[in-house]
């Protein structure tokens, strides 16, 4: 860690910004506020096509003031200033509203501001102005009603400099929230770059590596990400930084593998008569290359000392189910129960029917069998318990006796199975569904 990118973000931009910075984008430090990089860029020089301009979401766009009226509103005190922007870089007139859509050629949009003051003496016919608010569907056209804007024309931060480089200059876009535009983000982010020393930052990638793929410095590329004056600054800035950031992640994720592999696990070895080798026998189909080659490594790992961590990843339909079945019955084989988490209730009964389902002479009735038997065994049957936080507290009560007990080789559950009072005889595997986290 770095201390300078743990500092309190108040220390950099003052309290007042920081308090907003936190309040709108949950991030408190230097770092997180540096490493809060544009979604996208606008070019100054050009219009935002307003037919691509998504509904129903916080969009900043730029665009050109048609027209700008007032009119009294009829129901209580106070006026409406009707704006109407455009995408068409020439036009200067006020031409009627027009239907926006896929195809429509220049659209344009209306805005609403209601005593909208400063809208009313700023938004002239003919400036270029980047407007940040939610777009929505007003009959057959597009509007925005009070949303928050910036002068293009009058920006007083650019620097004096060629109007077609400045044309040229790209414009970031930040992930705004309602009540904090990109624009205030961009401002924010330029005091913090004036009063960090970038220069002194630690570059996480290697001297060798930044040399072979001939990236920038690490406080170039920070600069140039947020305050760049072409888009081949951003871009090159964006190919550093994206390097950086999956190296970084791969460094983590092999160090703990690294301290997961020095830890001590129980080893499930497969065994030749058990469970698993019964079900492979009663299966109505010929497993697929892809599960036989998956089904191998986690075989292999699970008979090792050391922890297993896997994720197994495939199409909808492609025998995710079954291949994780499969090793959870080489754990029982070995001794040892499993645990399938799903993320809802209803996922957790379907996994439940149909792991009984597919298993079908292999699957215990625990009605019907005696107590105490880890993983039944002894019957040449596993016990599969469904364990849920709505259960009745009977059904409840008495999955968790066979989960603890080790009488249910197999218990398939929500997060209730990682409540503190869920405990495990011997538990081996854990198979998480694929929507948590």
């Given at each position: 860690m770095n201390a300078e990118l743990d500092l309190a973000l108040e220390r950099r931009i003052g309290k007042r910004s920081a308090a907003v910075?936190?309040?709108?984008?949950?991030?408190t430090t230097v770092g997180g506020l540096l490493n809060y990089f544009p979604r996208r860029y606008l070019n100054r020089g050009e219009l935002t096509p307003i037919s691509e301009v998504p509904l129903d979401e916080e969009v900043t766009l730029i665009a050109r003031v048609l027209s700008n009226s007032t009119r009294k509103m009829h129901t209580r005190r106070g006026s409406i200033t009707d704006v109407v922007i455009t995408d068409d870089a020439a036009s200067h007139g006020r031409p009627r509203l027009s239907v926006?859509?896929?195809?429509?050629?220049h659209g344009t949009l209306k805005i609403t501001f209601f005593n909208g003051f400063r809208a009313r003496a700023e938004l002239l016919p003919g400036r270029r102005v980047m407007?940040?608010?939610k777009v929505t569907r007003y009959g057959p056209s597009l509007g925005l009603t009070n949303p928050d804007f910036y002068l293009l024309?009058?920006?007083?931060?650019?620097?004096?400099?060629?109007?077609?480089?400045?044309?040229?200059?790209?414009?970031?876009?930040?992930?705004?929230?309602?009540?904090?535009?990109?624009w205030s983000i961009q401002k924010v982010i330029a005091?913090?770059?004036?009063?960090?020393?970038?220069?002194?930052?630690?570059?996480?990638?290697?001297?060798?590596?930044?040399?072979?793929?001939?990236f920038l410095p690490?406080?170039?590329a920070y600069r140039l990400i947020h305050k760049p004056e072409s888009h081949a600054d951003w871009q090159q800035a964006q190919d550093r930084l994206r390097y950086q950031e999956a190296l970084v992640l791969q460094a983590a994720l092999a160090r703990r593998r690294a301290r997961l592999a020095a830890e001590e696990a129980t080893a499930r070895r497969p065994a030749a008569d058990g469970l698993l080798a019964a079900f492979d026998k009663q299966l109505p189909f010929t497993l697929t290359d892809g599960q036989t080659a998956v089904g191998k490594?986690?075989?292999?790992?699970?008979?090792?000392?050391?922890?297993?961590?896997?994720l197994l990843q495939g199409e909808v339909g492609s025998g995710k189910t079954v291949v994780a079945l499969r090793a959870m019955?080489?754990?029982?084989?070995?001794?040892?129960?499993?645990?399938?988490?799903?993320?809802?209730?209803?996922?957790?009964?379907?996994?439940?029917?149909?792991?009984?389902?597919?298993?079908?002479?292999?699957?215990r009735d625990p009605m019907l069998s005696p107590d105490g038997l880890l993983g039944s065994l002894a019957e040449g049957a596993v016990q599969v318990t469904l364990l849920t936080g709505s259960m009745p507290a009977a059904a409840r009560k008495r999955a968790m006796l066979d989960a603890a007990s080790g009488t249910a080789g197999i218990v398939i559950g929500t997060h209730a199975l990682l409540s503190d009072n869920v405990a495990f005889y011997d538990l081996g595997l854990i198979v998480v569904d694929e929507q948590h986290r």
């Amino acid at each position: 860690m770095n201390a300078e990118l743990d500092l309190a973000l108040e220390r950099r931009i003052g309290k007042r910004s920081a308090a907003v910075i936190e309040k709108n984008l949950g991030l408190t430090t230097v770092g997180g506020l540096l490493n809060y990089f544009p979604r996208r860029y606008l070019n100054r020089g050009e219009l935002t096509p307003i037919s691509e301009v998504p509904l129903d979401e916080e969009v900043t766009l730029i665009a050109r003031v048609l027209s700008n009226s007032t009119r009294k509103m009829h129901t209580r005190r106070g006026s409406i200033t009707d704006v109407v922007i455009t995408d068409d870089a020439a036009s200067h007139g006020r031409p009627r509203l027009s239907v926006v859509g896929p195809g429509s050629g220049h659209g344009t949009l209306k805005i609403t501001f209601f005593n909208g003051f400063r809208a009313r003496a700023e938004l002239l016919p003919g400036r270029r102005v980047m407007f940040s608010g939610k777009v929505t569907r007003y009959g057959p056209s597009l509007g925005l009603t009070n949303p928050d804007f910036y002068l293009l024309d009058e920006d007083p931060d650019m620097p004096a400099m060629d109007p077609e480089k400045l044309a040229a200059m790209p414009i970031p876009v930040y992930a705004a929230t309602a009540k904090l535009t990109s624009w205030s983000i961009q401002k924010v982010i330029a005091t913090l770059l004036e009063t960090l020393d970038l220069d002194a930052l630690p570059d996480p990638l290697p001297e060798s590596v930044a040399a072979r793929e001939n990236f920038l410095p690490v406080a170039d590329a920070y600069r140039l990400i947020h305050k760049p004056e072409s888009h081949a600054d951003w871009q090159q800035a964006q190919d550093r930084l994206r390097y950086q950031e999956a190296l970084v992640l791969q460094a983590a994720l092999a160090r703990r593998r690294a301290r997961l592999a020095a830890e001590e696990a129980t080893a499930r070895r497969p065994a030749a008569d058990g469970l698993l080798a019964a079900f492979d026998k009663q299966l109505p189909f010929t497993l697929t290359d892809g599960q036989t080659a998956v089904g191998k490594t986690l075989a292999a790992e699970l008979a090792q000392d050391s922890p297993m961590n896997r994720l197994l990843q495939g199409e909808v339909g492609s025998g995710k189910t079954v291949v994780a079945l499969r090793a959870m019955l080489q754990v029982v084989d070995a001794g040892g129960q499993a645990a399938l988490l799903a993320p809802t209730e209803v996922l957790a009964a379907q996994h439940f029917e149909s792991i009984r389902r597919t298993l079908g002479s292999l699957s215990r009735d625990p009605m019907l069998s005696p107590d105490g038997l880890l993983g039944s065994l002894a019957e040449g049957a596993v016990q599969v318990t469904l364990l849920t936080g709505s259960m009745p507290a009977a059904a409840r009560k008495r999955a968790m006796l066979d989960a603890a007990s080790g009488t249910a080789g197999i218990v398939i559950g929500t997060h209730a199975l990682l409540s503190d009072n869920v405990a495990f005889y011997d538990l081996g595997l854990i198979v998480v569904d694929e929507q948590h986290r």
